[in-house]
């Protein structure tokens, strides 16, 4: 994933748009990726996740996108609430036994109502 | 969904002390487990793979002596600060991976440490 930095990326949209968060991950090899939600406090829930013979995967109000030539993935959150304020990570992984999820930096989405 | 349980979700102890951290898979058992640590405003940094009934694998960087885990069971991983310093503040979070599952492991709900 992206190195880790000192201070998280901020999205910020209003109510009822439409928010799409970035990721860049690091390993090549990396076969399985997903998207966690990160509230204050706890821990990461996860949301979605892709397998690298996909590009795109669809869930309930989320889809995720997965271009493997540049090693991108991004996360588009439908119809935005404010209950979706929180910190999203993307982690990249091998599946299998060399299943280690490493992490991305991670980005702040606010939603003002 | 997987359920993991993490206990205590916060911490106060003094320094020199040692503090456990308890992670347990509730609905599944789980082969592997792992360990990560968390500094306000950043990403999650893997401490540790453990892996039951065997010696935990340490990410560089990470004092095996300070950091102890012990999986001693396929429901139970335990993660011990030893000797405990200001600078070990931090939140702890585990996850835990199904046994024969492809899939996502899951996370617990992380414990807040504070070294005073």
């Known amino acids: 994933g992206e190195s880790v930095g000192l201070h998280l990326p901020t999205l910020s949209v209003q109510e009822g748009d439409n928010s799409i968060i970035n990721c860049a991950y690091s390993?090549?090899?990396?076969?399985?990726f997903i998207w966690y939600k990160q509230e204050s406090g706890k821990g990461p829930q996860f949301i979605i996740d892709?397998?690298?013979?996909?590009d795109k995967r669809q869930g309930q109000r989320v889809t995720v996108l997965l271009n493997k030539t540049v090693k991108h993935l991004s996360l588009q959150i439908a119809a935005t609430q404010p209950g979706d304020s929180a910190v999203y990570f993307c982690?990249?992984?091998?599946?299998?036994?060399?299943?280690?999820?490493?992490f991305g930096r991670g980005t702040s989405l606010i939603v003002h109502p | 969904g997987a359920v993991v349980s993490q206990h205590p979700s916060r911490v106060i102890c003094k320094s020199g002390t040692s503090v456990k951290i308890e992670c347990r898979s509730l609905d599944f058992q789980a082969t592997t487990m792992f360990w990560y640590r968390q500094f306000p405003k950043q990403s999650l940094m893997l401490m540790a793979t453990s892996n039951e009934g065997s010696k935990a694998t340490y990410e560089q960087g990470v004092e095996k002596d300070k950091f102890l885990i012990n999986h001693a069971s396929l429901t139970l991983s335990t993660l011990t600060v030893t000797s405990a310093h200001p600078e070990d503040s931090s939140f702890y979070i585990c996850?835990?991976?199904?046994?024969?599952?492809?899939?996502?492991?899951?996370f617990g709900q992380g414990t807040r440490l504070t070294v005073v």
């Open positions: 390993n090549s090899a990396s076969d399985y």
């Open positions: 996850s835990a991976r199904d046994w024969g599952q492809i899939g996502e492991a899951f």
């Open positions: 982690a990249e992984t091998l599946s299998g036994g060399s299943y280690i999820p490493t």
């Open positions: 892709i397998r690298s013979n996909m």
